[in-house]
């Protein structure tokens, strides 16, 4: 159903709030346990669309799923997978499409995966080819969905990435469970970890030295998973949190994953008020509680090795940008246009909607920074959940009131968004 909102200046921000489960980490329990031959409880895990599309599949796959409450649910993967009867649908998600690529290409039966329109144009290539060269079979348009996955054995590479990739690497690492010999994924510098992570939780043949992470054949444990919460989805209130005069909240139970925490560091660097409190250790992952603070916000260089550790939060950072004292210049981040979106584009042609003064560079944006923004327009989302928290965020201090058309693709993500938004908003 189309939902267009509008959103109108916020007079405060405060109070304590717990962000939903991390996306990229429930894919990634959902999947693994599928592989376990065994029984896996999962707790905390993401109830956005894009996760519930690979918890479909795996079902699909001969995995039967119990909840226990609406925050935990059992995967039970006793038997081995199975063909499924039919052609797995991936939605709008290029996690489930990319590591699931990896995950079958070495199975003993063929299958088949596609998606809606958006996920559809996205780029397959970067993961089909290095599964050729492992000795993976596939039938495509261009490397483009739908694709088929004829199952066969598989035999350790050592590849070297020149993009730091996360599903890339999740994708050989997925199938290098079931190859022959060793299969070993180098990247330039070191993308989010929750493959490698996992992996060693769950007792894989890993071995992970600097940017190199190796695997060989090995089954996974049946070990019970609790999800941290995302700091993808945080990043939204921390964002709002300073940039609103007089915010103050409390985001408890966020994972702070160090290739993924850039928005953090990025935070500090524009001498944001950001305070992390609580720190532990949840499956294998590194929690905190955040408490972030009104700041008058400096502008800042994000380039090179900071890009991979927090590319989603790229559309969010930019907002940030455009109310920061100079000019803020983000480049290296190229991979944004393989997005949902191309999401250099959108950022530049919906911010300057409200008036922000942002330009578009091939692999960045430059952008300096306001007082305020004046508002007062109509925004599109381009069917992209994190341009349109984006635009959320932005409202928040417009001048004018904006209206957001096709605001639900936000459940792509994060179905809770407005819930928790409007619990802090004042």
């Known amino acids: 159903m189309v939902m267009d909102i509008t959103v109108k200046k916020a007079e405060s921000l405060k109070g304590e709030i717990e962000i939903p489960a ?14 376990t031959k065994g029984k896996v409880k999962i707790a905390n895990f993401s109830k956005g669309a894009d996760c519930m599309s690979t918890l479909k599949i795996i079902q699909m796959l001969g995995c039967s799923v119990d909840y226990l409450n609406e925050k935990e649910l059992f995967i039970n993967a006793k038997n081995a997978l199975k063909e499924p009867g039919s052609p797995l649908d991936c939605g709008n998600s290029g996690t489930t ?5 990896g995950l079958l290409a070495g199975q003993n039966f063929n299958t088949e995966l596609f998606g809606d329109e958006s996920l559809s144009k996205r780029p397959m290539k970067r993961v089909i080819s290095p599964l050729e060269m492992m000795g993976a079979k596939f039938d495509h348009s261009d490397y483009k969905l739908p694709v088929k996955i004829y199952g066969t054995n598989l035999k350790g590479i050592d590849y070297n990435s020149h ?43 890993i071995k992970i030295e600097d940017n190199k992470v190796s695997v060989q054949k090995s089954q996974l444990q049946p070990v019970d998973i609790t999800v941290a919460g995302d700091i993808s989805s945080a990043a939204f209130f921390i964002a709002a949190a300073l940039i609103v005069p007089g915010a103050d909240i409390l985001i408890k139970n966020v994972g702070i994953n160090e290739t993924r925490s850039g928005i953090i560091d990025v935070v500090k ?27 008058k916000l400096n502008s800042t260089v994000i380039e090179g090795e900071i890009i991979p550790r927090l590319i989603d939060e790229i559309p969010v950072i930019a907002v940030m940008a455009a109310l920061a004292d100079g000019t803020t ?38 952008i300096t920074g306001k007082k305020h923004l004046e508002g007062g327009s109509c925004v599109e989302c381009y069917h992209d959940h994190r341009i349109a928290m984006s ?29 928790l938004m409007s619990s802090v908003c004042h």
Not at 181 to 199: A, D, I, Q
Not at 284 to 291: L, S
Not at 343 to 352: D, G, K, M, P, Y
Request: one cysteine or more; glycine letters at 6%; aromatic letters at 8%.
């Open 97 to 101: 499409t990319r590591l699931m690529t």
């Open 163 to 205: 993009l730091a990739s996360a599903q890339v690497k999740s994708c050989l690492l997925l199938a290098g469970l079931n190859a022959d010999g060793v299969t070993s994924f180098t990247e330039p510098y070191k993308s989010r970890n929750h493959t490698e992570l996992m992996f060693e939780y769950m007792g894989a043949d």
């Open 269 to 295: 660097a524009m001498n944001g008020d950001i305070e992390i409190l609580n720190e532990r250790l949840i499956s294998n992952e590194k929690v905190a509680d955040i408490r972030v603070r009104y700041s």
């Open 22 to 35: 991390d996306k990229s980490i429930t894919h990634r329990a959902f999947m693994f346990s599928a592989l």
């Open 391 to 419: 635009e959320y965020v932005a409202g928040l201090v417009c001048k004018s009131p904006i209206t957001i058309n096709e605001f639900q693709w936000v459940d792509i993500s994060f179905p809770e968004f407005l819930k």
């Open 329 to 366: 210049v983000i480049k290296d981040a190229g991979d944004l246009r393989n997005k949902e979106a191309d999401r250099i584009t959108a950022v530049r042609n919906e911010l300057s909607k409200l008036g922000a003064d942002i330009q578009e560079m091939p692999d960045g944006l430059i």
